[in-house]
Structure formats: structure tokens, C-alpha cells
């Protein structure tokens, strides 16, 4: 099957900067997109970041501005560049990815918690 390994996330100061970095691995025949969703305390998992098949990526209302997320199709990975972290930043982030692999069209990554505290 295929697995996502995340990684970069952890305890930031608000305005800090973090960087999130998520690799498939396994039998792939395709990716057509990826994402990151977040689970913030007391809320519901939402889409942070997404960008599609076609290069057009998607950002949270939120987030915009500050989040840029780009992919390397060569190497199957996709990350996150956080800017301007805010407290409300702080979740757990989970890597999507949606395509053609062997066994399954969807995967997720385990999820890596950023917290943005002062």
C-alpha cells in the first residue's frame, strides 16, 4: 500500500515560520492532488491547502496569504510552507493525497502537530 510520511512540525512563537513536508511511497501509478487538512482543538478537520492535477492550488480563507503549499511530482511529495504562524494556526496536519495506487485512490498521512504558542 501506499504510505505518507509527514514531518516539520512543533512548537513555533506566533510569527514564526514552519515548514511541513509530506512523501508518498509505494506503488503509485498517479497523484492528481494533495493536501493538507488540520484538526484544531474543538473544531472539525478542514482543508488548509490543496493543490489539484492541474497546478491550481486552493487555500482556507484563513490561511491565504501566508500558507504556500507546492508538490514534486518526481520525487511524490508535497509541502507546506507556514508563514506568519497565528495561535489559531495550532493543529494537528494531516497530508492527503488522491490518485491511482496500488490498493486504494485515497491516502492520509498519521498527522503532525504544530502549535503556535508564545
Known amino acids: 500500500q501506499v504510505q505518507l510520511v509527514e514531518s516539520g512540525g512543533g512548537l513555533v512563537q506566533p510569527g514564526e515560520s514552519l515548514r511541513l513536508s509530506c512523501a508518498a511511497s509505494?506503488?503509485?501509478?498517479?497523484?492528481?492532488?494533495m493536501g493538507w487538512y488540520r484538526q484544531a482543538p474543538g473544531k472539525e478537520r478542514e482543508l488548509a491547502a490543496i493543490?489539484?492535477?492541474?497546478?491550481?492550488?486552493n487555500y482556507a480563507g484563513s490561511v491565504k496569504g501566508r500558507f504556500f503549499i507546492s508538490r514534486d511530482n518526481a520525487k511524490n511529495t508535497v509541502n507546506l510552507q507556514m508563514n506568519s504562524l497565528k495561535p489559531e494556526d495550532t493543529a494537528v496536519y494531516y497530508c492527503?493525497?488522491?490518485?491511482?495506487?496500488?490498493?486504494?485512490?485515497?491516502?492520509w498521512g498519521q498527522g503532525t502537530l504544530v502549535t503556535v504558542s508564545s
Open positions: 492527503n493525497a488522491r490518485g491511482d495506487f496500488a490498493g486504494s485512490r485515497e491516502v
Open positions: 493543490i489539484t492535477s492541474d497546478g491550481r492550488t
Open positions: 509505494g506503488i503509485i501509478f498517479s497523484i492528481n492532488h
